[in-house]
């Protein structure tokens, strides 16, 4: 992953301190591009451990169209509870309860989670449910019966929706691409706002095994990943853990392998996915700006 980390050096080499919604305050640099050639293996981060049952969860949750941090949080992926809880803590059902409390009543209660988890209209309502269109499996069916076209497209911002979602899409807009000769399927994601120390290695990993994914429902050789940052930045609380990144050499990277043939991406569940040979240095931990 030294594309990752090279990504580190330029912002923090050609960045500038600026302000942000959050308050933290970042080291930023606008526009950059990184290409991932999954031929030369999954890039799942290896200079930290990233919770790759957490990639694949979210994923999924994604492809399902669901809102609601319920079902990732009966998994304990726990990379949505902030936002639910930040709005809740201005209903005046609010108590005082702790995020901790929060998420546990999430769990137990579906009730409870029916009114307070739900994200509102956010990644996986806008991939299956764009203004009535389901963007995923057009696309998918677009790839299988009309490969060369260039409207392979899933976007996640809707601006008549922005304000219904406790986060606005950071990365939000994909394109896949059938290499002329039919046989291989690459994607490109735009990201408009990238947490580098947080958020990225996550995003590389979850967008990565989209295309995987789609490429095996598609049967398509797996291509490359392009990820286009728009607004790159390091919170200037995690200039640490960037350092301490930065200091590791990185492992070689795992591979992927899905169990069964399916015939749609929506076919593949959490059993049909094996992660092989991933070393990692340890966890780095950091606060999210919220």
Sequence with gaps: MDTYLKLCRDVLKQGSLKEDRTG??????????????????????????????????ELLWFISGST?????VTQNIRIWNEWPYAAYTKHPDYKGEDLSTFIEKIKIDPVFAEKYGNLGPVYGAQWRNFNGVDQLKMVEESIK??????????????PPLLQDMLLPPCHLLMQFYVSADGTTLSLQLYQRSAD?????????ASYALLLILMAHATNKIVGDFIMTLGDAHIYTNHLEQIEEQLKRDPYPLPAIRIKRPVNSITEITYDDIELIGYQSHPVIKGLVSV
Excluded at 146 to 153: A, D, E, F, I
């Design 24 to 57: 933290t305050g970042t080291i930023s640099l606008f526009g950059y591009q990184m290409r991932f050639p999954l031929s030369e293996g999954y890039p799942l981060l290896t200079t930290k451990k990233v919770s790759f049952h957490a990639v694949l969860g």
């Design 68 to 72: 609601n941090i319920r079902p990732l």
């Design 145 to 158: 019966n009309n490969p060369h076209s260039r409207r392979h497209l899933i976007s996640a911002w809707n």
């Design 196 to 204: 580098i120390f947080l958020g990225v290695p996550f995003n590389i």
